[in-house]
């Protein structure tokens, strides 16, 4: 075996990347970079208690990480409400075309009316590349829980990108309804 240094080295090389690409798919870039370095922090500290491959112990610290830091704050959120605030029509106009090609505004609808956790299913999946059984040791539930909820992570998404948003079963209130009901 490598000398705890060599080992580091190499881990860090190996898996640095995805860990910040993880990171920023849930922070701002300055506390995804401070995510990703205190992932390896921790990392160093017990690097006898990593074992191949990597990649899924250290995105479930990132997760761990991201968690405790969304729970001091909701910093993130905030901006993105100031920005969309101070976003008009006319800064709509002036952006790109491609912006508004229907296609694309329809599937980021669809992914911005998925719930949080099933967007973490899909990316540790599809953007990350992870196998179900190393996506659930970072989830932190058993292998089949996580095809379970990733199942219906996929048939949410679907539902969404049709344009029907919910199940048949479980139709989603509107205000009209709501106000017909009281």
Same mark, same amino acid.
């Given at each position: 075996?490598?000398?705890?240094?060599t080992r580091f080295t190499r881990l860090y090389d190996?898996?640095?990347?995805?860990?910040?690409?993880?990171?920023?798919?849930?922070?701002?870039?300055?506390?995804?970079?401070?995510?990703?370095?205190?992932?390896?922090?921790?990392?160093?500290?017990?690097?006898?208690?990593?074992?191949?491959?990597?990649?899924?112990?250290?995105?479930?610290?990132?997760?761990?990480?991201?968690?405790?830091?969304?729970?001091?704050?909701?910093?993130?959120?905030?901006?993105?409400?100031?920005?969309?605030?101070?976003?008009? !029509?006319?800064?709509?106009?002036?952006?790109?075309?491609?912006?508004?090609?229907?296609?694309?505004?329809?599937?980021?609808?669809?992914?911005?009316?998925?719930?949080?956790?099933?967007?973490?299913?899909?990316?540790?999946?599809?953007?990350?590349?992870?196998?179900?059984?190393q996506a659930a040791k970072v989830v932190g539930c058993? @292998? !089949?829980?996580?095809? @379970?909820?990733?199942?219906?992570?996929?048939?949410?998404?679907?539902?969404?990108?049709?344009?029907?948003?919910?199940?048949?079963?479980?139709?989603?209130?509107?205000?009209?309804?709501?106000?017909?009901?009281?």
């Amino acid at each position: 075996m490598d000398d705890p240094e060599t080992r580091f080295t190499r881990l860090y090389d190996e898996n640095h990347r995805r860990v910040l690409a993880y990171a920023l798919t849930h922070a701002e870039p300055h506390t995804a970079e401070d995510i990703a370095g205190e992932t390896f922090l921790i990392a160093w500290r017990r690097l006898d208690d990593i074992r191949d491959p990597a990649l899924p112990w250290l995105l479930g610290v990132a997760r761990n990480l991201l968690h405790k830091q969304r729970d001091r704050g909701r910093r993130g959120r905030a901006l993105a409400d100031r920005i969309k605030a101070l976003a008009g !029509p006319s800064d709509l106009a002036a952006w790109d075309a491609a912006e508004h090609v229907v296609a694309r505004e329809t599937a980021l609808e669809a992914i911005a009316a998925l719930p949080e956790r099933d967007l973490e299913l899909l990316t540790l999946v599809n953007w990350h590349g992870l196998d179900p059984r190393q996506a659930a040791k970072v989830v932190g539930c058993s @292998v !089949p829980a996580f095809a @379970v909820r990733l199942h219906r992570a996929r048939r949410r998404l679907a539902r969404a990108l049709d344009g029907t948003g919910a199940a048949p079963d479980r139709p989603v209130p509107t205000p009209v309804a709501e106000e017909a009901a009281r």
